[in-house]
């Protein structure tokens, strides 16, 4: 398993997410502009509204842009025997020390799912309430989660 080909999958992922939202963008700013978008009163707010979500959309557009920019400037490198830190694939095992959840802990783009040699970790970010349990910590230490309202301690099994 390598994280290059990782973190170029969660970089696809984003390209995709960036390219739809340009589009969706593109047709809130062009439904906003349109004149048959004008009021005809003043409880018609239709135009008013596509600008408020074309102007949502540009914000989302530019912050994922960021984010791709982050995930290209990240260095890609061994934790091992280091502490948890931006760029770290962590697995957590259960009390049968079996591992039950993969991590990449990236710098956006949480939630997403990225798989290699079959193998699958959701991306979190250090700002997440796991990411902020996680950051700092080593293998061998433990992180507790809200599951269905009941706390489960896990171990970290391993960091990478």
Known sequence: MTKKLLFAQVLAYLQQEWENLVQAAKEAHSTATHPESAAENKYDTFGLEAAYLAEGLSRRVAELKQTMQAYSNLPLRDFKGA??????LVELADKNNQVVHRFLIGPG???ATVTE???TYKVITPSSPLGQQLIGKEEGDEVNLLING???TFEIYSVY
């Open 150 to 152: 009941s706390t489960i």
């Open 83 to 88: 502490n948890i830190a931006l760029g770290a």
């Open 117 to 119: 040699s079959g193998i």
């Open 109 to 111: 783009g949480a939630g």
